[in-house]
């Protein structure tokens, strides 16, 4: 099975990538799961994924060969949003993104939604934070298993989001504690190479929304860009 967690940057996507994870390695059953973060599907698929049973790859701009899949229903895919001013704010206080830079990469990511909305899970940011169970139910059930109530309890007690702001704020401040093979460095930033959790990864609940963050101009102007888009948040 091929599994592709995207959608939104800043919307959940690493969280799903995590539960997606924890599922496939309770049911596996003593298959190999191959795991990572890359837009290049179709060096994955030939270069990895014969070896593997399941193959579970995080992206946010796959290539064409991973739209093709998409949009043939060749994969599970599944899809993390939020209300995009805020994805917005959110990237540029943890990834220190420019207003124009974030903009364009939201702007990017919801026209990946359009050609994933009717072939993939969609799962809004809100539900995550306010029903994370049953979030966690509706992926492992559209990977196609049922789990049982401990297993929901561990997976949502493992990525709840105390516990995920502890272990980012240690690869924050601490980079000492970790071994550099559980590591990846990208340049600008680091992450753990297992739950994909970038340092500062998870911001304080103290931190400024969207509407407080953003200008007044750049809430203008990001409202007329993504206007086209306002249909993916419809209920």
Not at 33 to 61: F, R, T
Not at 110 to 127: D, P, S, Y
Not at 229 to 234: K, T
Request: proline share 2%; charged share 25%.
């Amino acid at each position: 099975m091929l599994v592709l967690c995207t959608g939104m940057y800043r919307s959940g996507s690493t969280w799903s990538y995590n539960v997606s994870r924890e599922t496939l390695l309770l049911r596996n059953e003593g298959g190999t799961l191959y795991c990572d973060a890359v837009d290049d599907i179709q060096g994955v698929l030939i270069n990895k994924a014969p070896e593997y049973h399941h193959v579970l790859l995080k992206c946010h701009s796959p290539d064409e060969l991973g739209k093709s899949l998409i949009m043939h229903d060749c994969c599970k895919v599944i899809v993390t949003f939020r209300e995009p001013l805020e994805a917005i704010s959110s990237a540029m206080q943890v990834f220190g993104w420019t207003f124009a830079e974030a903009l364009n990469r939201i702007e990017s990511s919801l026209e990946l939604i359009k050609v994933c909305l009717n072939h993939a899970l969609c799962i809004n940011h809100e539900r995550i934070k306010s029903h994370p169970k049953d979030e966690i139910i509706r992926i492992a059930t559209y990977l196609g298993y049922q789990i049982d109530n401990s297993a929901v309890e561990r997976i949502n007690d493992k990525f709840n989001w105390d516990k995920v702001k502890v272990f980012t704020d240690r690869l924050a401040l601490d980079r000492s504690s970790f071994a550099e093979d559980e590591l990846k460095d990208t340049g600008l930033s680091y992450y753990d190479q297992v739950t994909l959790f970038h340092r500062g990864h998870v911001r304080d609940r103290s931190a400024p929304s969207w509407n407080v963050y953003l200008t007044e101009d750049q809430q203008e102007l990001a409202r007329i860009r993504l206007a086209h888009s306002s249909v993916l948040f419809q209920d």
